[in-house]
T-cell receptor
Framework: RKEVEQDPGPFNVPEGATVAFNCTYS??????FFWYRQDCRKEPKLLMSVYSSGNEDGRFTAQLNRASQYISLLIRDSKLSDSATYLCVVTHTGGFKTIFGAGTRLFVKA | DTGVSQNPRHKITKRGQNVTFRCDPI?????LYWYRQTLGQGPEFLTY????????KSRLLSDRFSAERPKGSFSTLEIQRTEQGDSAMYLCASSLAGRFVGYGYTFGSGTRLTVV
């Protein structure tokens, strides 16, 4: 079993839809959590950090449930430009052991 | 440009040859990481440096792989006697060190290696 697991996707949604991605992690020593976005044949870019209290950045909302070892990303009012792969990322104590999920592909269609 | 810079962007090499990649991190970042990414997978951790010290190496980093960061600034990743299975995108990232908090990474554009 992989340490970080994500919905396999792909998700195909129309513009304006709300879509949610899930991610589970197995190591309870995990300290920090992030969502990254990766466009085709490009490097991953930090989308947002994830906190236990939940956090929101415009149309994006991230949630962390430490008890269930579960992270989510909600995208509201999807845009064509949201089409990408979304990577769930977990960092262990000290911040240097970082594990990436395999990613979930999102396609937003007009 | 103050981002993470990687060179070369693309490298095609024959099996058995040695290759070396370079990464220049963001100047104020003291941590530097190397990852490998194959198609359909997320980046896999290879190794990381805090300043010039290599503090962790993945089991993925076989004896054919070596990484250095001699002055705590740029880093090189060398692969000796390349194999077709080494074909991948090699990503470098840098970050600030946080004692209790993991800071997000800034990635370079990567070096795409093709072994023929």
């Amino acid at each position: 079993r992989k340490e970080v697991e994500q919905d396999p996707g792909p998700f195909n949604v129309p513009e304006g839809a709300t879509v949610a991605f899930n991610c589970t992690y197995s190591n309870s020593a995990s300290q920090s959590f992030f969502w990254y976005r990766q466009d085709c044949r490009k490097e991953p870019k930090l989308l947002m950090s994830v906190y236990s209290s939940g956090n929101e950045d415009g149309r994006f909302t991230a949630q962390l449930n430490r008890a269930s070892q579960y992270i989510s990303l909600l995208i509201r009012d999807s845009k064509l430009s949201d089409s990408a792969t979304y990577l769930c990322v977990v960092t262990h104590t000290g911040g240097f052991k970082t594990i990436f999920g395999a990613g979930t592909r999102l396609f937003v269609k007009a | 440009d103050t981002g993470v810079s990687q060179n070369p962007r693309h490298k095609i090499t024959k099996r058995g040859q040695n290759v070396t990649f370079r990464c220049d991190p963001i100047s104020e970042h003291n941590r530097l990481y190397w990852y490998r990414q194959t198609l359909g997978q997320g980046p896999e951790f290879l190794t990381y440096f805090q300043n010039e010290a290599q503090l962790e190496k993945s089991r993925l980093l076989s004896d054919r792989f070596s990484a250095e960061r001699p002055k705590g600034s740029f880093s090189t990743l060398e692969i000796q006697r390349t194999e077709q299975g080494d074909s991948a995108m090699y990503l470098c990232a840098s970050s600030l060190a946080g004692r209790f908090v993991g800071y997000g990474y800034t990635f370079g554009s990567g070096t795409r290696l093709t072994v023929v």
